[in-house]
């Protein structure tokens, strides 16, 4: 039996040889995004945006030569403890940058095993503020979760005129448990009352947290959580005929929530990067390659409504690009440098990085829930000073 | 299932040492010649991670014949001891960004730290094992698992978070890498990140197979044969149990804090009892009972999950042959079901309950030569 | 107060109808093999995502239902015979390390299948209507699954009490090998008892599923440890024991989620403590109080060490 175990492993280990042969003038991008758990069906729709990106443009010239972008992907799986073997796995493919994550969790923790091997990392939706803080190789081009915590806690106080709020967050999700924080600080200042809770990861009855919302009173219920509960504490606010507002940060600008308010009476607000309409180019482009490309339809969650993470997606491709010209070389050190310069126009806006190494942005999109057609409708852009 | 000692160590014990003493030169080599992004590395330290988890799990089911599924809550309070204390205290108030820089205001070295890991985690150990190792085989099991989810559940209140940072993220601590000596300019001079959790990892197993060989050792396994016959052998149950389970958990108190070391952040929601699930599937692959056993199918489970088998996860070409079945998930599957064989038809696992020396020795009619492996 | 209180009650009882069908399941088989069956909670998943990927084939639902339970209870079957028939003669940590690795063979197989994203449960018209009761609104599931609980157990009581196979399962979970020198064929009793457990699994996941609507490979998991901690703390072994655990444990869970609030409306404390964050340590804190106080659970029968 040894001998069967040995030998199959040494086919193994020659299989896995042959899969990893290079090719010359390839410069590896890897992109660190999850493909499986909660944060699953987001985390395909970003990678989504760069894959377009990719085959919008597949190649860069440097100093007369053309390269290759070839992309490598590693699935971190939604959960902070597998995310340093998929960060591992990355850096061993030997990328020269690294794109991601959905989710802020997974990206803190895949964070020093980039910062380890001088890899530089674009954050594409990763908001909490600790994913770039301290560290000079992770840089991001969406806005913050200060930013939005501010943003929506003045919606709900200023436009929708509500003096109690309920947050809820899940047990060690960074992401979820920074949004409440920073909403929950603006929206005290502001003078309204906020409760807080948590519930453990997998947790499936969401009833009893509703109930809770419900009988403080509570003008809003904001859980900015992964799509995967999202959906269920729609469900279940659907079937118990909620009076409140659902309020939700941009991971919740999915078809998938849509999907799932379908039909109901619910009032959902959510924030996010990018609104459809925003470039009609890359709209159309990028529509017109989900309906050829039936995988990417299914990644997508079945249909071609555009989700504002793969727009994300694809301008953290083209800010990759763009400091791997200004560096003028594929060479990791030399695009850290680079990026601090970078300058350019995608599809979400301007993208330049402040001295932490974040994109300036003042804006975010807040979209309402059309529960009749099964659409998100635009409801305003908001800033704070 | 008796295990023979001779007092003397006889060659088979001689060329077991050279051998393993020949792994860490190995490794203390191909660490310096290799480049160190290589997966290689990865794999040997989780590896020695999980060896000296699944040796501690090992001590516990497999020497003392306690079922126990309580590894991954002690390898969470070993992670977040090491990870408090060891915390640099610039690096607090935005670790703690929500707690005001947190409670604990010093730092300590690397070593002392992992010590302290050890000893809270066996503190906690002694605290559990006052109620739960009365109970018998699967209700102990159940009960360990139980704790280990409370344990979970207590290290995310948000109500002590100045001192665990609630559900959130620990991280900024010392890890494998910051045991290289750089030169002035941060260029590494000499690479030690993987020779020194196998140091660690080599000295807690050696403190084990220390404490198995002595009189405590041959009374954990008197009563893992037979309790009753034990007890009127004069040992004393209650107070031998305690002892098992309390080194058992120091040492997995260590491997969290080494876990930590590797992953360099640590959560508590990550400590589920799929990992202490994980575990024992390493110690019976390697066979329940044998020290060299666990370490061997410990590096294998990892090399096998982190990389020989991840190429079943990506779309395989063979010239233009499109493997069938390779996506995402693949690699589980086909691990799992090697599990499964070796659980059903190869149940003594890798070794069984032989260790290295036996290897060498004619006595154990069934030696067959092996490669590698330490003890 | 009442009107505080009752939505939680309510749900409670409806999780602890979903856990008790569980919970049936783990019973049944410890009684009979001694065994923890780790993977029943898996089987449970694996009939939610049976029913997703069958639905989105186009089966009607009255096709749909019954496919599923019956390939729910020839998964449970299989399980049996595969994993755990093979292993009957050897020392019981190997049959449950076994029900571990079929526990995590599953879930590698679902992740993979399902490519690791939740699958979204076919809405059932009726059970997943709105209802008012009492002034708190719910789905008719939660109303529905109490009753139809209660309906299966009498039945299968009725069944071990009365029946050809049912005297069979009690002879042999009496004393295993005197019931095989009795001429009672062991093997079949124990794939029925596998089959019935796997059943009402699938029961269960229809009503729970309906409920909360998406299955990812995890799903089974607490689930599944819950039933469990129903059945000891019922006392393993007995039917109308795992009943009363899972309820029991289904409403101190939904009691736990909204304690703070229950508190703070009651004037005994003044602000949220996170007692939320407990809502599953609990369960386990009360088994392992049930452990120490009594270990054989509510109606248990006393176990006697033989020499």
Redesign the interface.
């Known amino acids: ?2 001998k069967i175990v ?1 030998l199959l ?1 040494a086919a ?2 020659l ?2 040889m042959v ?1 990893t042969a290079a090719a010359d003038n390839v410069i590896k991008i890897g992109i660190y995004e999850p ?4 944060s ?2 987001g985390g ?1 729709q970003e990678t989504l945006g760069v894959q377009y990106a990719n085959k919008v443009q597949p190649t860069i010239e440097i100093g007369g030569e053309t390269y290759t972008i070839q992309l490598v ?1 590693a ?1 971190n ?1 939604s ?3 597998k ?3 998929a960060a ?2 990355l ?2 493919a ?1 990328v020269s940058v690294v794109l991601g994550s959905y989710g802020s ?1 997974v990206s ?2 895949g964070s ?2 980039f910062a ?2 001088g890899i530089p990392a674009i954050g594409i939706s990763c908001t909490n ?2 994913v770039t ?2 560290n000079n190789h992770y840089f991001r081009i969406c806005f913050l979760d200060p930013f939005q915590g501010t943003v929506l806690a003045n919606y709900a106080f200023n436009t929708l005129g509500v003096q109690t709020a309920y947050c809820l967050a899940e ?4 992401y979820d ?1 920074g949004l409440v ?1 920073y909403f929950k600080q603006e929206f005290e200042r502001l003078g309204g009352f906020v ?11 969401f ?3 509703l ?2 919302a ?3 009173g509570a003008g809003v219920f904001f859980a900015p959580v992964s ?2 509960y999202s ?2 504490i729609i ?2 606010a ?4 909620v009076d409140f507002a659902l309020m939700g940060g941009d991971t919740w600008d999915s078809n998938k929530v849509i ?2 308010a379908q039909g109901s009476n619910l009032n959902i607000l959510v924030s996010t990067f990018y609104q459809e309409g925003g470039n009609a180019e890359f709209d159309a482009g990028f529509k017109a390659w989900l309906n050829e490309d039936a995988e990417a339809m299914t990644n997508n969650g079945g249909n071609d409504m555009i989700a504002a993470v793969s727009a994300m997606g694809y301008d953290a491709y083209f800010t990759a690009l763009e400091a791997i010209k200004l560096a003028g070389s594929a060479d990791s050190k030399a695009i850290m440098e680079a990026l601090w310069n970078v300058d350019f126009t995608g599809v979400s806006g301007k993208i330049t990085f402040n001295e932490i190494g974040d994109a300036n942005r003042d804006t975010a999109f807040i979209k309402q829930a059309d529960t009749a057609n099964g659409v998100w409708a635009f409801v305003c852009e908001q800033s704070v000073n | 299932m008796t295990i023979i000692r001779k007092k003397k160590a006889d060659a088979a014990t001689w060329i077991s040492i050279g051998i393993v003493a020949l792994i860490y030169v190995a490794v203390f080599v191909a660490e310096q010649l290799l480049p160190p992004t290589h997966m290689l590395f990865t794999v040997l330290k989780k590896g020695a991670t999980y060896a000296l988890v699944a040796v501690s799990m090992n001590l516990l089911n497999g020497f003392t014949g306690l079922f126990s599924l309580g590894q991954a809550g002690f390898m969470l309070v070993g992670a977040y001891t090491y990870a408090i204390l060891t915390i640099p205290v610039a690096q607090r108030p935005a670790v703690y960004q929500y707690f005001d820089g947190g409670l604990v205001q010093f730092t300590m070295p690397v070593i002392p730290a992992l010590i302290c890991a050890g000893l809270i985690a066996a503190i906690f150990a002694f605290l559990i094992g006052l109620p739960v190792l009365r109970l018998k085989s699967d209700y102990l099991a159940i009960a360990t698992l139980g704790f280990a989810e409370i344990i979970r559940a207590v290290f995310q209140w948000k109500n002590i978070g100045a001192l665990t940072n609630g559900s959130n993220l620990l991280r900024a601590f010392p890890t494998f890498e910051d045991f290289n000596i750089r030169a002035a300019d941060g260029t590494v001079k000499l690479y030690l990140s993987t020779l020194v959790p196998f140091l660690i990892a080599g000295v807690c197993i050696g403190l084990i197979v220390l404490l198995l060989h002595s009189s405590h050792g041959r009374a954990f396994m008197a009563i893992r044969d037979d309790e009753i016959a034990a007890e009127a052998m004069g040992i004393n149950l209650s107070r031998h149990k305690q002892m098992a389970f309390c080194t058992s958990s120091f040492f997995a108190g260590i491997g969290g804090a080494m876990l930590a070391m590797y992953t360099a952040s640590v959560q508590a929601k990550s400590f589920t009892s799929a990992m202490t699930y994980e575990i024992l599937l390493i110690v019976v692959i390697g066979g329940i009972g044998s020290v060299t056993g666990s370490c061997i199918s410990s590096f294998l489970f990892v090399a096998c999950s982190e990389w020989w088998l991840r190429f079943l996860d990506q779309k395989q070409m063979i010239g233009d042959f499109e493997v069938p079945l390779l996506r995402n998930g693949f690699r589980l599957v086909v691990f799992s079901v090697i599990i499964m064989i070796v659980v059903l038809f190869f149940r003594q696992g890798i070794m069984g309950t032989r260790e290295l020396p036996d290897l060498f020795r004619k006595h154990p009619k069934k030696a067959k030569a092996a490669k590698g492996g330490k003890a | 107060m009442f009107q505080t209180i009752f939505p939680y009650l309510l749900t409670g009882i409806s999780v602890g109808g979903q856990y008790a069908l569980i919970a049936i399941g783990y019973t049944m088989v410890y009684g009979i093999l001694r065994l923890i069956n780790f993977a029943h909670g898996d089987v449970f998943m694996v009939a939610g995502i049976l029913m997703v990927y069958i639905v989105a084939s186009g089966a009607p639902l009255y096709v749909s239902i019954p496919v599923v339970l019956i390939l729910t209870a020839l998964i449970g079957f299989v399980i049996e015979r595969v994993a755990y028939k093979p292993l009957r003669s050897a020392p019981r940590m190997s049959i449950m390390i076994s029900a571990i690795g079929v526990s995590y063979t599953l879930q590698n197989l679902v992740l993979y299948i399902t490519g690791g994203l939740n699958q979204f449960y076919p809405k059932i018209p009726f059970i997943s209507d709105s209802v008012t009761i009492f002034g708190a609104t719910t789905k008719m599931v939660t109303v529905i699954t109490p009753i139809l609980t209660i309906v299966l157990v009498v039945a299968l009581v009725l069944l071990i009490n009365h029946t050809k196979i049912g005297m069979a399962m009690r002879a042999v979970s009496k004393d295993f090998e005197t019931s095989q020198l009795m001429g009672i064929k062991i093997n079949n009793v124990i794939s029925v008892t596998f089959v019935i457990g796997s059943f009402l699994a699938g029961v269960g996941s229809i009503l729970y599923f309906s409920n909360y609507t998406t299955v990812i490979q995890t799903s089974g998991a607490m689930p599944g440890l819950k039933a469990f901690v129903a059945a000891v703390f019922g006392g393993i072994g007995s039917i109308p024991g795992a009943v009363v655990g899972a309820f029991i444990i289904g409403i101190c869970e939904s009691i736990i989620k909204g304690l703070d609030v229950i508190l703070m409306k009651a004037g005994l404390t003044k602000q949220m403590l996170g007692l939320a964050t407990f809502s599953d340590a609990f369960t386990f804190a009360l088994l392992i109080v049930i452990l120490i106080a009594k270990p054989t659970g509510l109606f248990g029968e006393k176990i006697t060490d033989k020499v």
């Open positions: 039996m040894k040995s492993i193994v280990m299989l896995a899969g493909a499986s758990g909660d699953g069906a395909k992907n699935d799986g959960s902070a403890d995310g340093p073997s591992a796995e850096v061993s030997g969790g803190i923790a020093p095993k380890e091997a503020p600790q803080a301290g047990l060690g999700n960074d448990v924080y409760i807080d809770e948590t519930f453990p990861t997998n947790t499936a009855d009833t009893s947290y109930d809770n419900a009988a403080l799509i995967a959906t269920q469900d279940q659907a079937g118990k005929g999907e799932s």
